[in-house]
């Protein structure tokens, strides 16, 4: 595409986007030189404000530009509560509920011995350090639902509880609004089960 | 997603890119900032370079960072042979054929007067000089063969036949490699009236 090193440049950095392929980075290259230079600019200046400014939060471990987050730092917070989620996304869906009054621990990711992932990569001595400050009753696990979030759940759970912490995990079951037709049978089952 | 100011930024021109939303564009900046930041300062540095150094080459209008393309300055060209590419991807299409062995002009885009893109805005001035300047003998429209590459195609044509140029247009026909019984109607429809 051309001649220009710049350009090579640019798509090759572009790739390193998750799912952004030669095709994309391309399309995205000619779009951002021909029709959004100005954009080009404002990207570049945001990544690099982003990549030098923000930090973990030293209490819950999501990001942040100062040393401890908005929401640790909310004196309306319940701080008897944890709620443990994968990452900021997961967290900002438990807030969307409103259901939620107490903290977070961010784990940023999850448990995936295949990926080389494990207890250390995932901060769980951060997050036992935390969950053991005297303040934190209950522990509440929200790791998604899947193989890896739910090994990710029993491995924390398991140690929070050698720590004699009250540990729960959200209920499984029938999403709200769904017809049990077309709901899957491993839903049904586990909703049969932790009926109430 | 967080209190962070940097993130919310980051996330908004993330977004300016073409096909990424609020989703994309808020995992791509977990992506970066939790596991390449070197990732987010190398595409910082490559948008700010590409924005500020690239520009259009002075004879066929594709992105270079001289004022000539490289394409343009090779003296082994053919010089008498223009072909008309909508954009840079399309140039390096044909040129992966090693079939042609002249120069291009690349619109960097095709009329489309719903978006308000007209000929002034694909070089149309710029291109008729070009091809007016003694050397070129015969200009082939490689524009694409959607409903706006054909417009465009036939402006253009019209435009350089005006001038007494020789102007060819791509084949169309049945693609390489494909059994009739899968092609569309319109391709064998085509590929009928122009067989040879």
Known sequence: MSDTNALAALIDALRRLPGVGVKSASRMAFHLLQHDRAGAQVLARALEKAATQIRHCSLCHTFTENEVCATCQDPRRDRSKLCVVETPADQAAVERTAAFGGLYFVLMGKLSPLDGIGPKDIGLDKLLARATDGEVRE???????????????????????????????????????????YVDLGTIAHALVDRK
Chains 1, 2 share one sequence.
């Open 139 to 181: 522990v509440i696990l929200a790791t998604n639902f899947t193989a890896e979030g739910e090994a990710t759940a029993h491995v924390i759970g398991e140690a929070l509880k050698a720590r004699a912490l009250s540990v729960t995990r959200l209920a499984r079951g029938v999403p709200a609004g769904s017809e049990l037709e």
